[in-house]
């Protein structure tokens, strides 16, 4: 069991998945929840990400896009939250285990970035541990006093707020880039 400020999580066990299966990317819908937050959850509980609770995911389910392979599994989510005119984040990003390697987190992360063009937004940014992950995408390490000071408005809130290790991460779309 681990603990992290209070908040005691068991072991979480995924469903088993076809690694060969293929998959389709779509929104998230109300149902996909639980899925969501199942592999958040996996990932949170090695540290790698933060729990997000349901409530947290049913409020903001419009932000998410998820990775349903042909048998009715999620096996990837990401999210793209909005904070202003100009920027958005891109949060949530979570691959089922036995898909991992395989491209889908590129996927995911790409089809993010399609939506924030198509919404007009200029740049996105992420706070990650997996730096070169994003860096393979275009992302550029940026310093948190970069950023807007409304990036850090749930900081306060997060259990790793006076030890954090992540690092921001940010990608600027180029001017007139394609929308579609």
């Known amino acids: ?93 979570a691959v089922h285990p036995t898909r991992q390697g395989q491209g889908l987190g590129r996927w995911l992360v790409l089809g993010a970035e399609r939506e924030a063009r198509d919404l007009g937004l200029p740049r996105v940014f992420a706070w990650t541990l997996q730096v070169n992950f994003f860096r393979g995408l275009g992302y550029r390490v940026t310093t948190r006093e970069a950023l807007p000071p409304k990036v850090w408005s749930e900081c306060n809130a997060c259990p790793f707020y006076e030890n954090c290790r992540e690092i921001a991460v940010i990608k600027e779309f180029s001017p007139g880039a394609s929308r579609g």
């Open 1 to 93: 069991m681990t603990e992290v400020r209070g908040l005691s999580l068991s072991p979480v066990v995924l469903p088993e998945v076809r690694p060969e299966a293929g998959v389709e990317l779509r929104k998230a819908r109300l149902e996909d929840v639980d899925a969501i937050y199942w592999l958040i959850r996996y990932w949170a509980e090695k540290g790698l990400m933060l729990v997000r609770s349901h409530s947290h995911l049913y409020e903001n389910i419009r932000d998410f896009q998820v990775l349903q392979d042909e048998d009715g599994q999620i096996v990837g989510t990401v999210a793209l939250h909005v904070l202003w005119r100009d920027l958005a984040e891109i949060r949530g990003l």
